[in-house]
């Protein structure tokens, strides 16, 4: 068990890869604070993809470790601020932080997430978080001297991305964000990397790009979509004590796909 009584708070863990990565971590031993907006099923009506955070916490209190589920829209600074007091009062310590929440909505239209504003606004409020989130739980790392920062960004922060701009730029943003404060931090015990999906097999991406898989896995020098649990093995690596000398990288996990 290579997260043995370590504490991991993952966001965006109501679905997708943020609850794979959550479902990873404690199978590897670790208890888990789980952050989403989409607490119960009543939460789900104005939602586009199932999953709910109190069903990944039944999941892992199954599996014997401890799950904490905190209702948190990274939007929203309070909120946030939330979400690090709680996972602080209940296991007085914070190991391990995955940002994985993001607005993921886009369509084939150029151009599209910048010229619909409450795409970009959803988009920019998601950053955002992770700016506020960082401000939340550095002091405590710093405390003890120890953390594993890892953010969820995308090979679209590495290469254009014509129908996201928005998205392909904040994703830009989170990296070069990332790689800074590692540097200030990197004395102190604390890394703090990305990690870069390619296209990965979700319902986000045949949500997005209904019908393209054929054309994906011509682009894709490995001929095939990613798969969640390929994003959660390179997060858990980045989370363990194996890759302490590592800070600031951002790891593309996308079959061949980004050029540089
Ligand atoms: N899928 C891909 O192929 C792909 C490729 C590259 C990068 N990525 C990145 O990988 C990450 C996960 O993507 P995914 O495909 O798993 O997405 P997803 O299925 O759409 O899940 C997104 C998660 O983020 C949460 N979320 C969204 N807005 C939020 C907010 N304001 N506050 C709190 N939580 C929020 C959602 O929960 P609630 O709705 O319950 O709040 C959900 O748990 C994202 O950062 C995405 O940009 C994905």
Request: aromatic share 6%; charged share 25%; net charge negative.
């Amino acid at each position: 068990m290579r997260f043995k009584d370590k504490v991991a708070v993952v966001t965006g863990a109501s679905r997708g890869m943020g609850k794979e990565i959550a479902l990873a971590f404690a199978r590897e031993g670790a208890d888990l604070v789980l952050a989403a907006r989409t607490v119960t099923k009543a939460d789900e009506k104005f939602k586009t993809r199932p999953g709910t955070i109190s069903e990944v916490a039944e999941e892992i209190r199954a599996m014997g470790r401890e799950a904490l589920v905190v209702k948190t829209d990274v939007s929203i600074r309070s909120d946030v601020e939330n979400l690090i007091d709680k996972a602080v009062k209940e296991f007085d310590r914070i190991d391990i932080l995955v940002n994985s929440a993001w607005s993921v909505v886009f369509k084939l239209d150029p151009l599209d997430d910048l010229m619909r504003s409450d795409v970009s606004d959803a988009t920019i409020g998601t950053f955002k978080g992770i700016v506020d989130i960082t401000r939340a739980v550095l002091p405590h790392m710093r405390s003890r001297n120890y953390g594993k920062i890892i953010n969820i960004t995308s090979m679209g922060g590495k290469s254009k991305v014509a129908n996201a701009p928005v998205y392909a730029g904040l994703k830009a943003g989170v990296a070069h964000f990332s790689r800074s404060v590692s540097a200030v931090v990197a004395g102190e015990g604390i890394t703090v990397n990305c990690v870069a999906p390619g296209i990965i097999d979700t319902a986000s991406t045949y949500d997005c790009y209904p019908g393209m898989e054929d054309i994906f896995n011509t682009m894709i020098p490995a001929h095939r979509l990613g798969k969640e649990s390929e994003i959660a093995r390179a997060v858990l690596f980045l989370a363990d004590d194996d890759s302490s000398y590592i800070t600031g990288v951002t790891l593309s996990v996308d079959g061949g796909i980004t050029e540089f």
